[in-house]
């Protein structure tokens, strides 16, 4: 006998796709559910804003990096700690299968929040679910 407020399988299963799509799949969802004019339970609302938060995040991460990468690879001195930087977030590591350190760590980021929304839990990420739960009024 499941509970009232625990997630069924579809919804976990659009929950953890939502993480390994980049928020595409939840976001998909959400327009699936305006035109058949369902609501969204908060579990899966909860899980499609953080995925589609975290894509947007480091989509901003990375373009901000690369143009703080440009300005200080222009300043002598500044750019060898630059290009330092670079070397250790974005070289393939043969430690870690010819991945890179920011690779590994996004990947073990997305398995665990896929992971745990399979599990029908509320992943938590340190001041994105915060900002997540204020929104969604849920989590």
Do not use: C
């Not at 595409?24 to 899966?44: D, E, N, Q, S, Y």
């Not at 700690?81 to 430690?95: E, M, Q, R, S, T």
């Amino acid at each position: 006998m499941s509970q009232l407020n625990e997630p069924n399988p579809i919804e976990r299963i659009i929950s953890s796709a939502s993480y390994l799509t980049a928020g595409m799949a939840g976001f998909i969802w959400i327009i699936i559910a305006a035109f058949l004019k369902k609501t969204i339970k908060p579990f899966l609302m909860y899980h499609i804003m953080q995925s589609i938060f975290l894509s947007i995040a480091y989509f901003l991460f990375i373009e901000l990096y690369k143009l703080a990468f440009i300005a200080f690879a222009k300043i002598p001195l500044l750019n060898i700690g630059a290009y330092f930087i670079n070397n250790i977030l974005f070289n393939p590591l043969p430690i870690f299968w010819g991945l890179s350190l920011l690779q590994v760590f996004t990947t073990a980021v997305i398995l665990y929040l896929a992971v745990t929304s399979f599990m029908g839990l509320y992943s938590y990420v340190p001041w994105v679910s915060d900002i997540i739960k204020g929104n969604t009024g849920k989590g």
